[in-house]
């Protein structure tokens, strides 16, 4: 029986895929994937890679068959991927498949102003509704995703933020996807219905601009505005919609509690120490 990953050929799905391999027996891999060309280091490394789209369920059938264990990655069509992780859901238990881990968001509860909040609870419901056993991989922000907004910081002097003092829970993509290769690959005396808070470290605005300073050797200033003012220079800058109202909304979960969440289950279950915002800039500066 077969330990299944959606979306293998994504940022977070790759690296997922490298980690199980490195756990596991080869053969019991199956890479799901609407590229199958992009993953074919990870099949000469023994993985079974698939054609698979969520938005075609006549290519389902196939791709999840055999499955025992399946990850089902959040896609990133935002507001209406619900459908798709629905067709997931229910050709994983088709296929036989008696466990499915989801990559959701911390507390994705109907009062969570974040935009992302509503297809991860819905998502989360149909997952509880099918009857699997299951674990909800609650990824904090990726820290990855700092990078731009520190080169940017580092170029004007100034992190602007609609987050007041609130602290937000970060985690690289690459400590997400050990947590979720290790979740995936069985967790002994786990619960047949868990959610885990995957986080590394909870920052304010603050302490992300000094590690942007600390890291391009520029003092970088915070200046905080409200959510329209925010809203108005992201679109000014010339963000597509809908990343504007989504980063604003993001803020505004932060600033009402929503992003503030502990765990130690990056140490506990992938076995190593989180990386922290330092680290990542650290690599990527010296790169740049």
Same mark, same amino acid.
């Given at each position: 029986?077969?330990?299944?990953?959606?979306?293998?050929?994504?940022?977070?799905?790759?690296?997922?895929?490298?980690?199980?391999?490195?756990?596991?027996?080869?053969?019991?891999?199956?890479?799901?994937?609407?590229?199958?060309?992009?993953?074919?280091d990870?099949?000469?490394?023994?993985?079974?890679?698939?054609?698979?789209?969520?938005?075609?369920?006549?290519?389902?059938?196939?791709?999840?068959?055999?499955?025992?264990?399946v990850?089902?990655?959040?896609t990133?069509?935002?507001?209406?991927?619900?459908h798709?992780?629905?067709?997931?859901?229910?050709?994983?238990?088709?296929?036989?498949?008696?466990?499915?881990?989801?990559?959701?968001?911390?507390?994705?509860?109907?009062?969570?102003?974040?935009?992302?909040?509503?297809?991860?609870?819905?998502?989360?419901?149909?997952?509880?509704?099918?009857?699997?056993?299951?674990?909800?991989?609650?990824?904090?922000?990726?820290?990855?995703?700092?990078?731009?907004?520190?080169?940017?910081?580092?170029?004007?002097?100034l992190?602007?933020?609609?987050?007041?003092?609130?602290?937000?829970?970060? @985690?690289?993509?690459?400590?997400a %996807?050990a947590?979720? +290769? *290790?979740?995936? #690959?069985?967790?002994? =005396?786990? /619960?047949?219905? $868990?959610?885990?808070?995957? @986080?590394?470290?909870?920052?304010? %605005?603050?302490?992300? +601009? *000094?590690a942007? #300073?600390?890291?391009? =050797?520029? /003092?970088?200033? $915070?200046?905080?505005?409200?959510?329209?003012?925010?809203?108005?220079?992201?679109?000014? +800058?010339?963000?597509?919609h809908p990343?504007?109202?989504?980063?604003?909304?993001?803020?505004k979960?932060?600033?009402?509690?929503f992003?503030?969440?502990?765990s130690?289950?990056?140490?506990?279950?992938?076995?190593?120490?989180?990386?922290?915002?330092?680290?990542?800039?650290?690599?990527?500066?010296?790169?740049?």
């Open positions: 029986m077969s330990l299944v990953v959606t979306g293998a050929s994504g940022q977070l799905g790759r690296l997922v895929a490298q980690h199980l391999l490195d756990r596991v027996d080869p053969s019991r891999v199956v890479l799901l994937t609407r590229r199958p060309e992009e993953l074919a990870l099949a000469a490394r023994g993985a079974d890679v698939r054609h698979a789209d969520l938005d075609r369920p006549e290519t389902l059938r196939t791709g999840f068959a055999g499955a025992e264990r990850l089902l990655i959040s990133d069509a935002v507001g209406a991927r619900v798709q992780h629905a067709e997931g859901i229910d050709a994983a238990k088709a296929a036989g498949a008696r466990f499915i881990a989801y990559t959701s968001v911390p507390k994705p509860t109907r009062d969570n102003p974040a935009a992302v909040a509503d297809d991860h609870r819905r998502t989360e419901e149909l997952i509880v509704a099918s009857g699997l056993d299951h674990a909800f991989l609650r990824n904090g922000l990726y820290t990855d995703m700092q990078v731009p907004s520190a080169q940017q910081a580092l170029a004007t002097g992190l602007v933020t609609n987050e007041g003092a609130s602290r937000t829970a970060y @985690v690289t993509r690459d400590d %996807a947590v979720a +290769a *290790a979740v995936l #690959a069985g967790v002994d =005396g786990e /619960p047949a219905a $868990v959610a885990y808070d995957v @986080v590394g470290e909870r920052l304010s %605005a603050a302490d992300r +601009a *000094a942007f #300073a600390a890291a391009g =050797g520029t /003092p970088v200033e $915070v200046v905080q505005t409200d959510d329209a003012g925010l809203l108005e220079g992201l679109q000014a +800058a010339g963000l597509p990343l504007p109202e989504i980063l604003v909304s993001f803020g979960a932060s600033r009402e509690g992003a503030d969440v502990d130690d289950v990056v140490t506990r279950l992938a076995g190593r120490t989180p990386q922290t915002l330092r680290d990542v800039l650290r690599a990527a500066l010296a790169t740049a």
